[in-house]
């Protein structure tokens, strides 16, 4: 199991002996191992009473990893594709036992996510001016609590950041984001409940220029019920920033909450049909069952997962990357 070797070589080694890299890299794959928990253990326990099963691979064994694979939320598109991948793949013809199998079908997820490409998963930051981040997604999804976690970290890599409370058909959603703005300690530019959200954002982005703010970023109403006024408005605010922010806005990060699984997928659709995404924050992954939908939104949107969030504090949200979320998805199988 090559692809974990730099994360099991950390944990082989104690503490004095790791640098600061491989300290940060053995932080990150605890939590991804915490975080993942409750998918590993759905995951795990059924891949461990299917490999028991079987002595053989066999059309059967496919069959059922297929099922498991679906429950997980990996999308029965995605599921094929790995399953087409895994029969065709000339290792299959000299495997002896299912630890090599298992080795096999983790190799095939890795392959699904990066798909032979660089995958950027790293914000598209404007080094010569101010960076624009839009985020979008249905109500409830934890898009509010979003930004003020990415403001944090942000913030927190020595970035001057500012908020745009655009949601401003809903009171509740300016107040949610002034309380983060203050968690933080920046500004937050908001205008009275049942105003123009573009006139937010034009205000935000003089704001953000006035006071030399690196990364300004934008809340936006996710009433997907009236799903046509809605991208109607999101392109009027598109063109707002990109008139008075060349290239801006740098990222369009579409909000999808984890425990929603497949519905999460119908979410996405409709916003990328509509607005031009450019990554996915997923949230909430700590408390799903069904984590799976991280290979789905790859494979079937071609978007990258850019953070994802697990946990409660204002510190758990993590850059995505895709080795350490299939560690803590197949942990056990090393330990």
Known sequence: MGLFKNIKNIFNKSEKQLSNEEKQMREKALKYKKGMEKSRGTVMSRLKALFESYDVINDDLFDELEEIFIMADIGVNTVLEIVDQLKADVRMREIED???????????????YVKDEIVNTNLNINEDGLTVLLFVGVNGVGKTTSIGKVAYKLKSEGKKVMMAAGDTFRAGAIDQLKIWAERVGCACITKPAGSDPASVMYEAIQQAKQHNI???????????QTK???????EKVYRVISREVPSAPQDTLLVIDATTGQNG???????????????????????????GIVLAIRNELGLPIKFVT????????EYFDIEQYIYGLFSDMFE
């Open 98 to 112: 299912m630890e090599t199998f298992q080795s096999i079908i983790i190799d095939k997820m890795f392959e699904i």
């Open 214 to 224: 690196d990364v300004l970023l934008c809340d936006t109403a996710g009433r997907l």
């Open 228 to 234: 046509v006024n809605l991208m109607k408005e999101l």
């Open 265 to 291: 997928m119908n979410q996405a659709k409709a916003f990328t049909d509509a607005t031009q995404v450019t990554g996915i924050v997923l949230t909430k992954i700590d408390g799903t069952a069904k984590g």
């Open 310 to 317: 697990m946990g409660e504090q204002i510190t758990d949200l």
